[in-house]
């Protein structure tokens, strides 16, 4: 049998084959994995490798994509963290005139296809969100221009992150990219000080969650230095930007929207950023 090459799908045996991985480099005899639906990268011996044919990657996907089903089914683009309905947007009610516009988005990722799936994602629940590919040590140099120049209520900074085996959880040296995310998050803070005028969704897998509350973000991963699915950051972002500008999205409201729930998600009491107008103006 040959061994794993770049593009393969494998699983770790030592770690119960728990995490679909894809082979993106291999360097002597080590590969370099990136999850293919957690924020995780990770390197392995190549003899802890197990390729993954079709029909077990078939059976994978079934049971994640049911996993997602049952997130979106909790979707909070009609009725906000808060429950109200708010409609489906940025839309126009004919009877009434008036436009529903949730709340808009800025995306920084450090994953070109993870941003990609989450651009869809917001498309398919009307938001107004514009996504760019930017490393994780890069954010904290552009994100306050992509500030000014996008003007969102919700800013998402994430990627890929990490921690190291047996390293201090209190140390930031001990992760792979959360001094980027945190330096980011300082910046906006900086720019914009109040949570409530700009809402900061920030890190990864197994991310500094304390750092990056502690440096201005409204909600941040991983309290339990868990890995955390994809789609996580643009479901917090989400509850936010469908929560009415006069609500309080509660925070235990908002992490039972998220897929990995508490252990990769917290954060405080925010307000929502979801706004009705009349007429129609833009």
């Known amino acids: 049998m040959r061994r794993p090459a770049i ?36 390197d392995a011996p190549l003899n802890d490798l197990r ?36 409609g489906r947007g940025p839309s126009r009610d004919g009877s009434s005139k008036r436009v529903k516009l949730p709340g808009r988005v800025l995306h920084l990722d450090g994953d070109r296809e993870y941003l ?64 980027y995310f945190v330096e980011a998050v300082k910046n906006l803070r900086r720019q914009v000080p109040n949570r409530d005028s700009l809402v900061i969704v920030a890190g990864a897998c197994q991310s500094y969650y304390e750092a990056l509350m502690a440096a201005g973000a409204n909600f941040a991963s991983a309290p339990d230095r868990v890995n955390i699915h994809m789609y996580d950051p643009c479901k917090v972002a989400e509850a936010i930007a469908f929560t009415d500008i006069g609500d309080v999205a509660r925070v235990d409201s908002v992490i039972s929207k998220s897929i990995t729930g508490a252990p990769g998600i917290g954060g405080v009491d925010t307000r929502g950023t979801y706004r009705n107008a009349m007429p129609q103006y833009a």
């Open 7 to 42: 593009g393969d799908l494998v699983v770790r045996p030592s770690h119960n084959g728990d995490v679909l991985f894809k082979v993106v480099g291999v360097r002597g005899g080590r590969a370099i994995l990136k999850g293919v639906y957690l924020r995780l990268m990770a």
């Open 51 to 86: 390729r993954v044919d079709q029909r077990e990657y078939e059976e994978i996907k079934k049971n994640t994509e049911r996993l997602l089903r049952r997130a979106l089914a909790r979707s909070t683009s009609r009725t906000g963290a808060n429950g109200r309905e708010q």
């Open 116 to 179: 990609d799936k989450c651009m869809q994602y917001y498309d398919k629940l009307g938001m107004r969100a514009s996504g760019y590919h930017v490393s994780e040590d890069q954010q904290s140099a552009r994100v306050t221009a992509l500030l000014e120049q996008v003007r969102p209520s919700v800013v998402v900074l994430t990627g890929h992150d990490g921690i190291k085996k047996g390293a201090a959880h209190d140390d930031i040296r001990s992760y792979t990219n959360s001094r």
